[in-house]
């Protein structure tokens, strides 16, 4: 075949010669098509004995017929072989592999090396003996012909074959910021083989490692940079969840994400609008956060918090100065907030809706009112929760009540409709009355009686 091409070559290159010299002789066919004609006597010589590739062969009947032959590899005929080294549930069987370290030049076969490589990655050190593998497979590399462009990568990366290969590949992820993917794919390694995968898990922790590390000696604009590299080239679909999900924890609580709000803001959009995140209120996605560590999403949901109640004080309420006060007071309160809700009043819905727009984060229930809307905030405190309904119109106290006993009216805090008296005013044994320096008797209230602190 590759005589056939270089002849079609040298025609195409003699036809070329031809156009750009006028002034050559007659051309001789029979002469000039003479290496042609050469090479179309050998096929019609082989036309008749040329073998059609047999179908794939069973592994397991292969594997059979092996054992049979006391493991003696001389039984098999090259297809038979290369088919235990292609299977994954064969190639690295100790059997086969005690057979190929007396008889390393079989692996010489690209194609039988390539398969006991890959069974290597997709198991990788959970077959037996796993120091064996390694030896034999550095060992055939070693010898295999320097033109092969992925021996020659697998080589420069001996690594690979050892118990360091994952953090050999997170190490190049992560010391040069690269993608993942095309890291892999680099060194040959399968994208959801075992190794592929522990890479990617362990480059996920060194990245959010690294950035907790240095994090206080970057500026911000740094800091944004590798949070966008870390949510687009580490994590993705493929990283094992527990890796996944220790790496968000680790992003929201980190002080980047405290001190900037523009790192803030970014992380809170790739959560958000990611699938095996979303919004922790929304009841399709609040399940994702079972495995968030319990301080990151406390934390992620008093950014919501502290969002919400600027929306509720600055949008539904009107603008004056005793509202601002509220917000201000409520605002030292909102990294204790363990959920909230908004539920607007028909009069407000409009607000609600015509500022949705500008709020990826909103979703509220509505008050069976047709003026008054109620801020809800759940906290813990002495002997359990408990439930705070702030409210929009002047001339409502707050009221302040047992989450248990709010439950116990056939509502929680995802409830679609609550009614105003019976929902939220049913007790009005605890109130906070907004006269006066209320904010510093509200606070000592709340302490003393309650154990709620800022």
Not at 176 to 203: F, I, M, P, W, Y
Request: net charge positive.
């Amino acid at each position: 075949m590759n005589f056939t091409l270089g002849a079609m070559q040298r025609m195409s290159a003699e036809a070329h010669v031809i156009s750009q010299r006028a002034n050559l002789p007659p051309l001789e066919g029979q002469h000039a098509c003479q290496d042609l004609s050469k090479v179309l006597l050998k096929l019609r010589v082989k036309g008749s004995v040329v073998k059609l590739d047999r179908p794939k062969l069973d592994a397991s009947a292969v594997w059979a017929k092996f054992v049979a032959a006391r493991y003696a590899l001389s039984a098999l005929d090259g297809l038979e072989f290369r088919t235990l080294c292609c299977a994954e549930e064969t190639a690295l069987r100790p059997m086969l592999v005690a057979a190929l370290v007396k008889e390393p030049e079989r692996l010489k076969r690209t194609r039988c090396l390539y398969g006991i490589v890959n069974a290597y990655f997709a198991l990788w050190r959970t077959m037996e003996d796993p120091n064996v593998v390694e030896g034999l497979l550095i060992s055939v590399l070693s010898t295999c012909p320097a033109g092969n462009l992925v021996v020659r990568k697998w080589l420069a990366g001996k690594p690979l074959f050892s118990a360091k290969a994952a953090e050999f590949l997170a190490d190049e992820i992560c010391s040069r910021q690269k993608v993942v993917d095309e890291v892999l794919r680099d060194h040959n390694v399968g994208l959801l083989t075992k190794l592929g995968l522990s890479a990617r898990a362990l480059a996920a922790t060194v990245a959010c490692e690294y950035l907790r590390k240095v994090e206080s000696t970057r500026k911000d604009d740094w800091t944004l940079k590798y949070l966008t590299w870390i949510t687009g080239k580490v994590l993705s679909d493929l990283t094992p969840p527990d890796a996944f999900y220790a790496a968000v924890s680790s992003l929201i609580l980190s002080e980047s994400a405290k001190r900037s709000e523009t790192f803030q803001r970014a992380l809170r959009y790739y959560v958000q609008a990611h699938k095996r995140l979303g919004d922790p209120r929304m009841r399709t996605s609040s399940p994702n956060w079972n495995t968030v560590s319990a301080a990151a999403a406390r934390q992620y949901l008093s950014w919501l918090a502290r969002d919400s109640i600027i929306f509720f004080f600055n949008t539904i309420l009107p603008n004056n100065s005793e509202n601002q006060r509220r917000k201000d007071f409520w605002l030292h309160y909102h990294g204790r907030i363990l959920d909230f809700q908004v539920a607007v009043s028909e009069q407000d819905l409009w607000k609600v809706k015509a500022n949705q727009g500008n709020s990826d984060f909103l979703c509220f229930s509505k008050v069976d009112h047709p003026t008054t809307s109620a801020f809800l905030m759940k906290f813990e405190g002495y002997g359990g929760q408990f439930l705070v309904a702030e409210f929009s119109e002047t001339g409502n106290a707050a009221y302040i009540f047992r989450y248990s006993d709010f439950q116990a009216t056939n509502v929680n805090m995802r409830t679609s409709h609550f009614d105003l008296k019976r929902h939220l005013k049913f007790d009005k044994t605890h109130r906070i009355i907004h006269m006066g320096a209320w904010e510093s008797k509200t606070a000592y209230s709340l302490a003393s009686q309650f154990g709620i602190r800022p």
